[in-house]
């Protein structure tokens, strides 16, 4: 890992954190391969993310019994990534940044295995709507998932980058973002109480459309999560349940 100077960054804000090599190149190893191991969890994840919605919108059972098979792995990865934080912070006794980085990456785990969880919902999901014949074609609300979706999706995979790079301005603008995707949610949830007042047969259809949607907005705010704690692994801030304003003013004292 390399040293960072506590020097101003491009958002204007100072930065906190110092990845300095250690004097066991061991212990830096160690560091390194946790943040690695959760990249790898992250991207499992977001192909779980992507693969489910997918079975939704095509009515794809066998990728869905995919998605629901492949839930052992990101739960297993979990599982395996806590256990060695856990040693190392056993042997190792990190301090300071070190000790951010572990604390901060035992957290993101946890709301990375809580993604996959709702990933799995879109699975069991997808299979129903596939056997209820509950098509895309001229189906309003499962268009209007389609973009909702996109939109979680993409937010999942900057979430992501930003938090391999460090990078506190990205996780800002997505925090920044959070309220698009529960106005993009109120507008599904809209569409389909009126969906099924006007044809009572698709109830049990409407209401599984209405899960995944509340999957996807369950999903986005575990990866405001996931920014937060790029936010307090660089800077040294806890800014869970702020605003953004109070997220700004906190990092400019």
């Not at 604390?103 to 799995?120: N, W, Y």
């Not at 949830?189 to 995944?212: D, F, G, H, Q, Y």
Request: charged share 30%; with cysteine; hydrophobic share 40%.
């Amino acid at each position: 890992m390399t040293t960072q100077d506590n020097t101003s960054n491009p958002t204007g804000f100072t930065t906190k954190l110092h990845l300095d090599k250690h004097i066991s190149r061991r212990f830096n190893e160690e560091l390194e391969k946790v943040r690695t191991l959760v990249m790898e969890m992250g991207e499992l994840v977001e192909q779980q993310v992507n693969d489910g919605l997918s079975a939704v919108l095509n009515a794809d059972e066998k990728l869905a019994s995919k998605v629901i098979k492949r839930d052992k792995k990101v739960n297993t990865m979990e599982l395996e990534i806590d256990e060695y934080c856990t040693q190392i912070l056993a042997r190792r006794q990190p301090a300071a940044s070190d000790l951010r980085l572990l604390v901060s990456v035992i957290k993101s785990i946890t709301d990375l295995e809580r993604m996959g969880d709702e990933a799995v919902k879109f699975g069991k999901n997808a299979i129903k709507l596939a056997k209820g014949n509950f098509s895309e074609e001229g189906s309003r609300p499962l268009i209007e998932l389609k973009h909702l979706g996109k939109h979680v999706s993409e937010t999942l995979h900057k979430a992501l980058i930003a938090y391999a790079q460090l990078d506190v301005a990205a996780a800002l603008e997505i925090i920044r973002n959070d309220n698009v995707v529960d106005e993009e949610f109120d507008n599904i949830s809209r569409l389909l109480v009126t969906k099924m007042m006007e044809n009572p047969r698709e109830i049990k259809n409407a209401l599984r459309v209405t899960w995944c949607a509340r999957a996807l907005e369950r999903i986005n705010d575990h990866t405001t999560n996931l920014c937060e704690y790029i936010v307090y692994l660089v800077e040294g801030k806890d800014v869970r349940h702020s605003s953004i304003e109070q997220i700004k003013a906190t990092l400019t004292d």
